[in-house]
């Protein structure tokens, strides 16, 4: 069973790597994306992950939860609950960092 513990990481061997594989609902087609970030908002767990076979900075978001022993990835429905998750990781990933500062 997949548990989460209080430095936003996820025990569980099939996510060991930084490699997570999701099923398109519609299509059937399986997608390897590759863990880009994780964050723990509002006592829910998001992830950002990025497609593999894409070479640049998008990327996506999406709440994790438990079923029983497998973990769900979910689209974000709410556009208030999205931004805010969303000017989180923004600002995790893309923050600058001025390096002429001493």
Do not use: H, Q, W
């Not at 099923?23 to 880009?36: A, I, K, N, Q, R």
């Amino acid at each position: 069973m997949a548990e989460f513990d209080n430095n936003n990481e996820i025990i569980d061997e099939e996510l060991e790597s930084n490699i997570i594989t999701l099923t398109d609902e519609e299509t059937g087609e399986e997608v390897d994306f590759e863990l880009y970030a994780r964050a723990v908002i509002d006592d829910n767990l998001y992830f950002a992950l990025v497609p593999c076979d894409e070479n640049d900075d998008e990327y996506v978001i999406l709440r994790a939860t438990e079923d029983g022993e497998d973990i769900l990835f979910e689209t974000i429905e709410s556009d208030e609950e999205f931004e805010k998750v969303e000017d989180y990781f923004n600002d995790l990933l893309f923050s600058e960092v001025d390096y002429d500062e001493n």
